[in-house]
C-alpha cells in the first residue's frame, strides 16, 4: 500500500514539474484513486490541501456558435 501511494504521488508531483513528494502530491494521489479513496477518505492530511473543483451551476453559460449566429442574423 505504502509503494502504491508513493508511486501516484511521485506522478502527482511530476504532473506539477516537482521533484520532490509534499503532502499536497500525497492528498492528490489518495483522493484520485478510487480504492485508497475510500479506505483513506476520512482521513485529514496537514498541508494536503482540497482537490480543484468547480461546480457546473457557477461555469459561466455556454453562448451560441459565430456560425449560428451570423446565419441567423441573415434570415429575414
Known sequence: MTAEM???A???AR???R???VPRHLTLAI???EELNKLL???TIAGGGVLP???AVLLPKKRATAKAVSIK???Y
Open 6 to 8: 508513493l508511486e501516484l
Open 41 to 43: 477518505g476520512n482521513v
Open 73 to 75: 442574423s441573415q434570415d
Open 31 to 33: 483522493k484520485n484513486d
Open 53 to 55: 473543483n468547480i461546480h
Open 19 to 21: 521533484a520532490r513528494i
Open 15 to 17: 504532473d506539477n514539474k
Open 10 to 12: 511521485g506522478n502527482a
